[in-house]
């Protein structure tokens, strides 16, 4: 039976050097519910993040995605389920340089064993807009270019599960909002549920807040 | 685009540094593929020329300078035996064949030897043109002689004093060319063949020329007429340089030889046990050589290792992204092995096909590399085997490399942004 929602956590912690730097009492993510997690830089929402996608698991409390838990599932287990059902944009993109736009991709569609899909490759680079950049290295291209490579390159394996990590940091409003509604606009079209890891609040204009957290002191008063 | 189009987009990448590794892989492999294919070449070379002669005899000295004089052609003769010594060797029951040599001039670089045409029968000479030698002053020419030299049938041949080129011209008495033998890959391709009494009606001529000049010292470094009384020219007077000698029993082996040492003033060589002995003296210089071929290889190896270290520092953040689309850390691991893996393939079969080709060019363009019988085409084991060692010295230096990438903490290093 399928689970009803996509992400459930509870009672959260993780420690680093000893000290607590993530407590998260609850959260919830059913599918097609988009939502900011918000915080201050420090606040955890980096670590809350790669535990989601199952890079990383808490030191404490329970995680599931997809009904899994991915503490339970071991280290494979979590690479399969993140191959499978996430895509994941980083705040610094991390394309691979020595390829192409169409190979960044390629490889990611061939690291999650999906394959090949030339036309829905060609097709998602036009949905983005860089059908003409398919060949294009990385380096050659603008900073916008780059982060809807960055997009498309997290949908291609068409994930139930976007997440974003601090996608507008140092983006002037324009950009702002053009890149939240880039990941919006192609979460919906993939049918992915969109979650944004970010300290910008101007994007609670956009998207509703599905947890606040504070820095580690204040989440342990 | 799959692991291995990955591995050649990042070794494109670093053109300089793929390029070095491929290059010093290369040239290690190269020279060690090199000597074992030349020492094949060698091997084979010394085997066919050895090749069903049990015994040399010869005049005393070193054995070794003897089985290399009188069988390979490439020493200079320990001195002579007389002829009669052929006629007592034939006699006995023990030999089944005793073939007489004779030496002391040359052609060029190549040697003049008298002999009998069984000696051409032995080495499986077949003629390509014109016929066997039948009297003195008659020659057959080596495939090679023939093809270097571009003498034909007729054409008179001059040979010069002594076994080194720029002797003294035998002028006043050239030989006749009869015959050309096809190739055969052994000693006989570089040598002119003459009846032995050739050489001796050459030395006559020579001796009685010096004398009428009152020449007073002959230190000629030639054999067979060396030391002979030409004034009265007598068959049990003459000299031959060595005899070669197959035996007609095994039991031959253990009496011929100890006779011929103990009764007599010659000395009897083993072609065979001195063929191990140069094989052996050899084989120390072979072995200098193939360490530093070695040496090569590993210094290829530290050189990838240094690459992989210092590309994986530069692509920390790829390996970290290619784990959050979904690779396994053995994937990861993986991708490092491959690019080694590459790298050690191009420079090995780079390193091989060097090797073929300087092949190709030494028996291109020189004919002591023809001689040996060398083909770019053929293969040796040991460079399968120099493949595989390639492949373990990258595997060697790609591994710690890999280990800290299958060890990377991705969630860490992405949190650093």
């Known amino acids: 039976m399928p689970a009803a929602n996509l992400i459930d956590l509870d009672n959260v912690i993780h420690r680093a050097g000893g000290h607590p730097i993530l407590r998260v009492e609850h959260l919830s993510l059913p599918p097609g519910r988009h939502g900011l997690l918000l915080g201050p830089s420090g606040s955890g929402k980096t670590t809350l993040l790669h535990m989601l996608a199952g890079l990383m698991v808490p030191d404490q409390g329970s995680l599931s995605l997809l009904g899994h838990d991915l503490r339970a599932i071991g280290d494979a287990g979590r690479d399969r389920l993140r191959a499978d059902h996430v895509g994941i944009v980083f705040q610094q993109l991390h394309l691979i340089a020595a390829v192409s736009v169409a190979d960044n991709l390629r490889l990611a569609r061939r690291l999650a064993g999906s394959a090949p899909d030339e036309k829905g490759l060609m097709d998602l680079l036009a949905r983005v807009g860089l059908a003409e950049r398919a060949r294009a290295l990385p380096s050659d291209l603008s900073q ?58 101007r994007l609670m204009s956009q998207l509703p807040v599905l947890l606040e957290l504070a820095k580690p002191m204040e989440q342990a008063a | ?146 093809s270097a030299s571009g003498l034909g049938l007729d054409s008179p041949l001059v040979g010069s004093h002594g076994l080194t080129v720029g002797g003294e011209a035998h002028a006043d008495t050239p030989c006749r060319v009869v015959g050309i033998l096809t190739r055969t890959g052994t000693v006989l391709d570089r040598l002119v063949l003459t009846p032995v009494a050739s050489v001796w009606a050459v030395h006559d001529h020579h001796h009685h020329h010096e004398d009428k000049a009152e020449e007073t010292a002959d230190d000629h470094d030639h054999g067979a007429e060396k030391g002979h009384d030409h004034d009265a020219a007598v068959d049990h007077d003459r000299e031959v340089t060595a005899i070669l000698v197959r035996y007609a029993t095994p039991l031959a082996a253990a009496r011929l030889p100890r006779e011929i040492n103990s009764q007599t003033s010659m000395q009897a060589a083993s072609p065979a046990a001195e063929m191990l002995r140069l094989r052996a003296l050899m084989g120390l210089g072979l072995d200098a050589m193939r360490l530093l071929g070695l040496v090569l290889v590993l210094a290829a190896g530290l050189s990838t290792f240094v690459a992989l270290a210092n590309a994986l520092q530069e692509r920390q953040y790829d390996l970290a992204v290619m784990r959050a689309l979904g690779a396994g850390r053995g994937r990861i691991m993986g991708q490092i092995l491959t690019e080694a893996m590459l790298v050690a393939l191009g420079g090995a079969v780079l390193g091989i096909a060097l090797a073929h080709g300087g092949v190709a060019a030494l028996s291109g363009f020189s004919a002591r590399g023809r001689d040996l019988g060398l083909s770019a085409g053929q293969f040796v084991a040991g460079e399968g085997l120099l493949l595989l060692l390639s492949l373990l010295v990258a595997l060697l230096a790609a591994a710690l490399p890999a280990i800290r990438a299958y060890r990377t903490d991705v969630s860490r290093l992405l949190a650093k942004g």
């Open chain 1, 144 to 201: 916008g270019e780059r982060q809807r490579v960055a997009v498309a390159r997290a949908l291609v394996n068409r994930p139930a599960l976007l997440l974003a990590d601090e996608p507008t940091s140092a983006l002037d409003d324009t950009n702002c909002d053009a890149v939240i509604d880039l990941l919006l606009e192609q979460a919906e079209l993939s049918g992915a549920t969109l979650l944004v890891a970010t300290h910008d609040r």
């Open chain 2, 1 to 146: 685009m799959n692991m291995l189009g990955l591995s050649l987009a990042y070794l494109r990448r670093r053109p300089l540094t793929t390029a070095l590794n491929l290059l010093l892989l290369a040239l290690g492999v190269a020279l060690i593929a090199f000597l074992l294919l030349l020492e094949r070449g060698l091997e084979n070379r010394l085997s066919r020329d050895v090749a069903g002669i049990d015994m040399v005899v010869g005049a005393k000295g070193s054995p070794l300078q003897l089985v290399l004089s009188a069988v390979l052609q490439v020493d200079v003769p320990t001195g002579n035996v007389p002829l009669a010594a052929l006629e007592d060797l034939r006699r006995n029951p023990l030999v089944r064949q005793a073939v007489p040599v004779a030496m002391g001039d040359s052609f060029g670089s190549y040697r003049i030897l008298g002999t009998e045409p069984a000696y051409i029968d032995h080495y499986g000479g077949r003629l390509a043109a014109g016929r066997m030698f039948e009297g003195p002053m008659e020659a057959v020419l080596g495939a090679e002689v023939a």
